[in-house]
């Protein structure tokens, strides 16, 4: 036993040797850095990729979102076609664009647009005009990574209870509720 741990003493002091684990050394330890690294640059990437996706997403919805508001604007009262295009144009954003907020303008807005299509009313112009630029203004501050400005349009639980008085659908209250926000 004594001379087996001899036999290995000198074959580490040889000079030999002691390079080649140096060099095996050497060469795990750089691969391991390199693993390391690639993973980190594979990580940083996906969340470019992420951020590009996001971003190219709020800018469609940003074109949408103002060409419907410009269609409202101009009197076109097609509700229906402004529902369709809001949930094909504006609403996908949401699933890319994670925020809480963003989601909750996107629904209201939708919503208002929405209320045009049961109640055929113009008095919901002014509601789909508020809740568009709500979301025009929350993508544009988020794309230049700024704080949103407040939302004008409450959130859908009060705008349910605003809109439905007594089993009828009446837009007095959300108006009056905008006007005030205004």
């Known amino acids: 036993m004594a001379t087996a741990l001899n036999f290995i003493g000198d074959a580490l002091s040889q000079p030999l040797v002691i390079a080649l684990l140096g060099a095996a050394l050497g060469v795990l330890l750089t691969h391991r850095f390199a693993t390391s690294r690639a993973r ?56 890319l664009v994670h925020d809480p907020e963003f989601t909750r303008r996107v629904s209201a807005g939708l919503y208002t647009v929405f209320l045009g299509t049961i109640t055929h009313d113009q008095h919901v112009s002014y509601a789909a005009l508020r809740g568009a630029l709500d979301v025009e203004e929350w993508l544009e501050a988020w794309l230049v990574r700024q704080p949103a400005p407040s939302a004008h349009l409450p959130p859908m639980d009060e705008m349910r209870k605003m809109v439905l008085v007594r089993n009828r659908i009446t837009l007095d209250a959300l108006n009056d509720h905008l006007a005030f926000v205004a």
């Open 40 to 95: 980190q640059d594979h990580q940083r990437d996906l969340e470019r990729l992420v951020l590009e996706d996001q971003r190219r997403a709020a800018h469609d919805a940003l074109n949408a979102v103002r060409a419907i508001r410009m269609q409202v604007a101009g009197g076109f009262t097609q509700w229906g076609l402004l529902h369709n295009e809001w949930n094909d144009a504006v609403y996908p954003a949401t699933q």
